[in-house]
């Protein structure tokens, strides 16, 4: 459904990305792991053009563009379809939770505003934060406001949601409620690609896992086969140490 | 001191009152809100990045916070007509104050602008809002707030620079004053007054910012809702 090929990215003179191919199937979930400084979260913002792309391809249900080449309108037009939730959540700090989640809504997709107030509620019981709804974001604590973050993206009605680290600026105890939204998601069968550095959320909830390192995609395969029978020397050395820091 | 003076001071307080209120005080507000659509133009255009109007707004900036503001007022009130533009005092006045302020007051909302978070774009981005969308929801509201300290700190300096119109015809405040002390021969007297009358604007002016400033921060009530619910 979503696939990227031959993605570049450079930042300066480093070169973060040399050559990805990705690609997410409808109800997929797949977790890209690996160490800081692999290009995870570049190929995330690739993908969904929060940076410029030096070269790549990218196919997204029917539209297909060279990412090189791509202009904002048609940038506007796949980032319909997709949604994006920050490690560092992003809630607009001007709104309430709820006026987070409508804003999508009423201003880009011109729903009517007690539709989009319904929805937004729903939305935000889905994540089981409706008794929130009147608060502002500085009023959440972090877990709370990833919650709502997510409900943002799940209320724009996205054909994949794409997470960056959503709980690395998390304290232990605030990363569970998080994920265990995530489970729920996947479990309905929503299709996300999730760039994260817990193992055990990866292993249980992934189909497919995508381990990089240095730009470039080591291995790749279903999560329980990545995890338990690594074929590449480095997956079975970044695990290990994923392993022990647990 | 003397009863002379006395007298004239209580009979001419009303007498530089009425133009100050009359004349000083619309002078400000009409150049202020120039200079706040000015400045708000100048930021955005820098700040989106558009070509041509960027290098305009940065070359406005430099001529009119690099010349005296008292040449920029004589330029548009005695040298304009010369090029077949004839302009009352007053309109000139709010032209030069407000052309003058808005250079001071893009620089202001355009580091407010700047001060926004870049993430909170990129998530207005992620959900659909284009750029115009992005600046009216997400990023002005937030700016407001920050600039708004500079912005009224400016609205002050104004008040007292509108005085300078009294050099080019401009009967406010300042210019009666200068009359009436002129005919008295009690200049002390008179400009002492003046600045009182002066300071007491500015007092009010600073009270409002006071009470605006709790006006605008958002979350005062949703703050004190949380403060009782874990009370």
């Not at chain 1, 993908?47 to 410029?52: A, G, R, T």
């Not at chain 2, 009690?186 to 006006?215: G, N, R």
Request: net charge neutral.
């Amino acid at each position: 459904m979503l696939e990227v090929k031959n993605l570049h990215k450079s930042f300066g003179t480093n070169e973060v990305l040399k050559g990805i191919d990705f690609q997410i199937d409808k109800g997929e979930v797949v977790a890209i792991i690996g160490p800081s400084g692999s290009g995870k979260t570049t190929l995330l913002r690739c993908i969904s053009f929060l940076e410029k792309v030096d070269a790549g391809e990218i196919t997204f249900g029917e539209l297909h563009h060279d990412m090189a080449h791509i202009t904002q309108r048609e940038i506007r037009r796949i980032r319909f379809d997709m949604a994006f939730v920050f490690q560092s959540f992003n809630l607009f700090r001007n709104m309430t939770a709820l006026g987070n989640v409508m804003e999508g809504l009423v201003t880009a997709r011109k729903v009517h505003r007690e539709d989009a107030r319904k929805t937004a509620l729903e939305m935000l019981r889905k994540v089981g934060m409706e008794d929130r709804a009147m608060y502002y974001p500085d009023q959440l604590s972090g877990g709370q406001q990833q919650r709502v973050a997510i409900a943002r993206a799940i209320a724009q009605n996205p054909q994949v949601i794409l997470f960056d680290e959503p709980t690395s600026a998390l304290d232990p105890e605030l990363t569970e409620e998080v994920l265990d939204v995530m489970r729920t998601l996947a479990k309905e069968g929503t299709t996300m690609a999730v760039v994260t550095h817990e193992m055990r959320f990866a292993m249980d909830v992934a189909s497919r896992v995508v381990f990089m390192e240095g730009g470039v995609v080591v291995e790749e395969g279903p999560s329980k086969r990545v995890f338990l029978e690594p074929k590449e020397e480095r997956t079975r050395q970044f695990l290990r140490r994923a392993y022990d820091a647990e | 001191m003397s009863e002379r003076i006395i007298e004239i001071l209580v009979s001419s307080f009303t007498q530089i009152l009425i133009p100050g209120i009359k004349v000083t005080i619309p002078l400000t507000l009409a150049s202020f809100a120039l200079s706040f659509l000015l400045g708000m133009v100048l930021a955005i255009v820098q700040v989106a990045n558009i070509r041509g109007l960027k290098w305009f707004a940065r070359f406005y900036i430099w001529v009119f916070r690099g010349t005296p503001l008292l040449v920029q007022l004589f330029i548009i009130f005695f040298g304009l007509p010369r090029l077949g533009i004839i302009l009352d005092a007053f309109p000139a006045a709010v032209l030069a104050f407000g052309m003058n302020l808005g250079a001071y007051n893009a620089e202001v909302f355009r580091s407010a602008i700047v001060a926004i978070p870049q993430g909170q774009t990129e998530a207005a981005q992620m959900i659909g809002l284009n750029y115009p969308q992005t600046l009216v929801r997400v990023v002005l509201p937030q700016a407001f707030p920050i600039a708004f300290p500079s912005l009224f700190n400016n609205l002050i300096s104004l008040l007292k620079d509108t005085s300078l119109a009294s050099s080019i015809t401009v009967i406010e405040l300042f210019t009666t004053a200068q009359q009436i002390a002129a005919r008295t021969y009690e200049p002390f007297a008179l400009y002492c007054e003046a600045a009182v009358i002066y300071l007491a604007f500015s007092t009010l002016l600073t009270w409002l910012q006071t009470w605006l400033e709790k006006k605008l921060v958002w979350k005062t009530k949703e703050k004190y809702l949380v403060a009782e619910e874990q009370a």
